[in-house]
Nanobody
Framework: QVQLVESGGGLVQAGGSLRLSCVAS????????MGWYRQAPGKQRELVAT???????NYAASVKGRFTISRDNAKNTVYLQMNSLKPEDTAVYYC????????????WGQGTQVTVSS
C-alpha cells in the first residue's frame, strides 16, 4: 500500500501563486509516475501534469506555461508550482502515483482544495 498526503491548497486571488506538495509513504515502487489531477464542481476529474521518475513531464494544455511539476525522489515528494492562477483553476487537486507496467500500482491522495477568486 502507498499513502499520499497533499498539502498547500488554499484561497488565492487571480494572478497569484500556490505550491502544492504531495508526500508518498509505504511500499513505494521505483520507476513510478507521479501526477496531479483536478476536479471542479460538476466536472470530471482531469489530468493537470505528470512526471516520471526520470523527470519527463507532461502538462495539460490549459496549464502549460503557468504550472510546473517537479519531484524529489529522495523525499518521495512531488510538487506543483502554480503561477498566474485563474478562477477556472478552482478545483480539488489530487495527487496520484502509478506504475506503467503494474496496473494494480495506482494510488490517489485525498485531495486539497484550491480556490482562485476573481
Amino acid at each position: 500500500q502507498v499513502q499520499l498526503v497533499e498539502s498547500g491548497g488554499g484561497l488565492v486571488q487571480a494572478g497569484g501563486s500556490l505550491r502544492l506538495s504531495c508526500v508518498a509513504s509505504g511500499s513505494i515502487f521505483a520507476s513510478n509516475v507521479m501526477g496531479w489531477y483536478r476536479q471542479a464542481p460538476g466536472k470530471q476529474r482531469e489530468l493537470v501534469a505528470t512526471i516520471t521518475s526520470g523527470e519527463r513531464t507532461n502538462y495539460a494544455a490549459s496549464v502549460k506555461g503557468r504550472f510546473t511539476i517537479s519531484r524529489d525522489n529522495a523525499k518521495n515528494t512531488v510538487y506543483l508550482q502554480m503561477n498566474s492562477l485563474k478562477p477556472e483553476d478552482t478545483a480539488v487537486y489530487y495527487c496520484r502515483t502509478k506504475h506503467d507496467l503494474l496496473s494494480w500500482y495506482d494510488y490517489w491522495g485525498q485531495g486539497t482544495q484550491v480556490t482562485v477568486s476573481s
